[in-house]
């Protein structure tokens, strides 16, 4: 699993990297630009756009299209060159440096969202701490309001273990990718949609 360290060494050559893995259909990354974009869409196209929240944003290839549609954009990431790439982009964000292991940094966890975007981090929590994790997160986010987590993720544990066999030594063991049936038991709201072998979308409407 990549600290924070990691983050800082890879964010110089990120956006590349996962570009190629998402163009030549290959895990982990194959779909992530139709899961981005299907985050992107219809919240660019509300007429009113409030304040949404990254989790994890990276490098913001997602967050600074929703930046630029006129959101007030909030965001935690722990890897400082992350961060700094972010903020050139976004320089009216407010974007925080925290390990979200330890949940939302205070500033976080006092505002409210119309939107909360995850993409590719949140795999970085074991099933039970993103049960926690997004109990926390629920009461923040405005009526009216959505969660999308963009990221590796199955609709069942059948179907994480065939990719698994399928990548063998490609499959990175220390990441905790989602299972669509497992998590919906304890959030009955959220759906499903797939964009490739291993990226899928989770969404829950308030
Ligand atoms: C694979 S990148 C995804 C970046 C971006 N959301 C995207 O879709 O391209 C994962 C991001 O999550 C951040 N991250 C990973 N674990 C984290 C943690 N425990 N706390 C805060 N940020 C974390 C990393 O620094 C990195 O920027």
Request: hydrophobic letters at 40%; proline letters at 5%; a negative charge.
């Amino acid at each position: 699993m990549l600290d924070s360290k990691g983050f800082d060494s890879w964010s110089g050559t990120y956006d590349q990297n996962v570009r190629e893995t998402d163009e030549s259909g290959r895990y982990p990354f194959a779909g992530y630009d139709a899961v981005l974009d299907e985050i992107a869409r219809p919240l660019a196209a509300r007429p009113e756009k409030g304040n949404l929240l990254d989790i994890g944003f990276g490098t913001a290839v997602l967050t600074e299209r929703l930046y630029r549609a006129g959101y007030t954009v909030y965001g935690q990431d722990f890897s400082p060159k992350m961060a700094a790439l972010a903020r050139e982009k976004m320089p009216g964000a407010k974007l925080f440096t925290g390990d979200f292991t330890a949940g939302l940094v205070p500033e976080l966890m006092a505002a409210r969202y119309d939107a909360v975007i995850a993409t590719y981090s949140l795999h970085h929590l074991d099933s039970r701490q993103k049960v926690d994790f997004l109990r926390a997160l629920l009461p923040l986010i405005n009526t009216g309001g959505a969660l999308y987590i963009g990221d590796v993720a199955f609709r069942t544990r059948a179907e994480l273990e065939a990719c698994r066999t399928a990548e063998g030594d490609r499959w990175d063991p220390d990441e905790y990718y989602f299972v669509y049936d497992e998590l919906r038991k304890e959030f009955p709201a959220l759906t499903f949609t797939p964009f490739s072998g291993c990226a899928g979308l989770l969404s829950l409407q308030k």
